[in-house]
């Protein structure tokens, strides 16, 4: 199983960027998605959640201007980024919980990451 993120980049503050994160391999099912970041010098956070149906939570610091969303037929997560700050520069990580045809049992899977850096 594999996770490829896109989409990142630099962008000025106030401004968007929309990331992607396809998944490959000899998949079963896909439970949950997200994304997930880290900043220099901290732990790595949530930033946001989709569920098989499409029910999503964020964290309190992009509620209002993230979006994630995906695409089961495409096996795909996206997170569309609107206003972006200087505090959002992270690398930012997708991830999903899947049930390999192999093992049937769901585990979480993560991409390397994206650099995202927002200027000020």
């Known amino acids: 199983v594999q996770l490829q993120a896109s989409g990142g980049g630099l962008v000025q503050a106030g401004g968007s960027l929309r990331l992607a994160c396809a998944l490959s391999g000899s998949i079963f099912s896909i439970n949950d998605m997200g994304w997930y970041r880290q900043a220099p010098g901290k732990q790595r956070e949530l930033v946001a959640v989709?569920?098989?149906?499409?029910?999503?939570n964020y964290a309190d610091s992009v509620k209002g201007r993230f979006t994630i969303s995906r695409d089961n037929a495409k096996r795909s997560v996206y997170l569309q980024m609107n206003s972006l700050k200087s505090e959002d520069t992270a690398v930012y990580y997708c991830?999903?919980?899947?049930?390999?045809?192999?093992?049937?049992?769901?585990?979480?899977?993560w991409g390397r990451g994206t650099q995202v850096t927002v200027s000020s």
């Open positions: 991830q999903a919980a899947i049930a390999t045809i192999t093992t049937r049992t769901p585990y979480d899977y």
């Open positions: 989709i569920d098989r149906g499409g029910r999503a």
